[in-house]
């Protein structure tokens, strides 16, 4: 690491302006600060959080639908820890559930499936909440509750692809990056070699990094040597899990279940062929059309809150008025405090000391 850092350190005398570059996975936004590796950097250097955190991107409309549907006393809503405490205009599914939805949180999309075996006479929902890292997972759970006959399952689909939303931050000009430490267990299933027309066509550097902190001084030093050499080109360090082609058979259990469609991202507004719905063929284990739920998933956020402007990159969590104030992870009003991937948990438990 040492050897990296000077690398960096005598480079970036050779780059006219100091450059910025953003990590767009939760993991390694945690991973960054929890090492205090901000602080080691050679100063010159700004490290932006994207958005990398599934939940934080997650709409409020899809969870005041997902509230919505968990009042019908036939449903179960079953989903991932995380999303139970994002607020929605009408609360979270935490606060559902003190109303008396049943609503539990599991650890995979075959638990959901489990119950689903076990409670017969009622519906079980599983909120499809993530990148492409679960996504195939989830796939794989559709294809064998129809396997099964397993009728009363269907999945709430917001899946989200991580290439679209890069390229929707660069043709966003508020948004100023030079280049992208790009998400390892995204790229584990993707492969790095889908960056590359992100690369070639807006002159990106990207580099695949893994979470440890040595993992990101090394994408960064990549980083540093390819704008000092005005190169943009897709190079990964995280070869001990990333490939060139990567998980093929995830990929086609995806592209099996799902075909892409524009989704809304929280911050980013609507990004062409950014999200995942489920294929007519599969429809039978579709909520939306099971229950009737809307497309519109678009929502006003939280009086005062920054979390999309912070998910953009554009702001800090310290801009925010609400930050460490009204909003705690005790006590979140945006859900960039709710995660543990989230900029506003980090920049709490860590950035203030």
Not at 26 to 54: D, E, N, Q, V
Not at 269 to 292: T, V
Not at 317 to 339: H, I, Q, R, W, Y
Request: net charge negative.
């Amino acid at each position: 690491m040492k050897m990296c850092l000077e690398t960096i350190r005598v480079t970036l005398a050779r780059i006219d302006k100091p450059p910025a570059f953003m990590e767009v996975c939760g993991t390694h936004t945690m991973s960054a600060f929890r090492s205090g590796l901000r602080s080691i950097l050679p100063s010159g250097i700004s490290l932006l959080s994207g958005p990398g955190c599934p939940v934080c991107v997650t709409p409020s409309g899809y969870v005041e639908q997902a509230v919505a549907l968990s009042e019908n006393k036939d449903v179960i809503i079953t989903t991932f820890g995380d999303l139970l405490r994002v607020p929605g205009q009408n609360g979270s599914l935490e606060k559902a559930r003190a109303r008396g939805g049943d609503i539990r949180v599991v650890y995979s999309p075959l638990d959901a499936l489990a119950l689903a075996k076990q409670e017969t006479k009622r519906e079980v929902v599983f909120l499809g909440v993530g990148f492409e890292t679960t996504t195939p997972a989830i796939a794989g759970t559709i294809k064998l509750a129809e396997q099964n006959g397993i009728t009363n399952f269907t999945v709430f689909p917001a899946h989200k692809t991580m290439p679209p939303a890069m390229t929707a931050l660069l043709k966003d000009q508020d948004v100023r990056v030079d280049g992208f430490i790009c998400p390892g267990h995204v790229s584990v299933i993707i492969g790095y070699d889908a960056y590359l027309p992100l690369s070639r066509e807006y002159h990106i550097p990207c580099v695949v990094a893994g979470f440890e902190p040595e993992d990101m001084v090394a994408a960064i030093e990549r980083l540093v040597l390819q704008v000092a050499e005005n190169k943009a080109e897709v190079e990964n360090v995280y070869s001990r899990s990333v490939t060139q082609e990567g998980n093929t058979a995830a990929q086609e259990l995806m592209t099996d279940v799902f075909h892409p469609v524009d989704a809304v991202w929280r911050g980013l507004g609507m990004i062409p062929g950014s999200g995942l719905d489920i294929k007519e063929n599969y429809a039978d284990f579709d909520s939306r059309k099971k229950f009737g739920l809307g497309r519109d998933l678009s929502a006003a956020e939280p009086v005062g809150c920054k979390c999309g402007d912070i998910l953009r990159g554009t702001r800090l969590p310290p801009d925010c008025v609400l930050f460490g104030k009204a909003c705690t992870p005790e006590n979140p009003v945006g859900a960039c405090m709710v995660s543990s991937e989230g900029t506003c948990a980090a920049y709490f438990k860590y950035g203030r000391k």
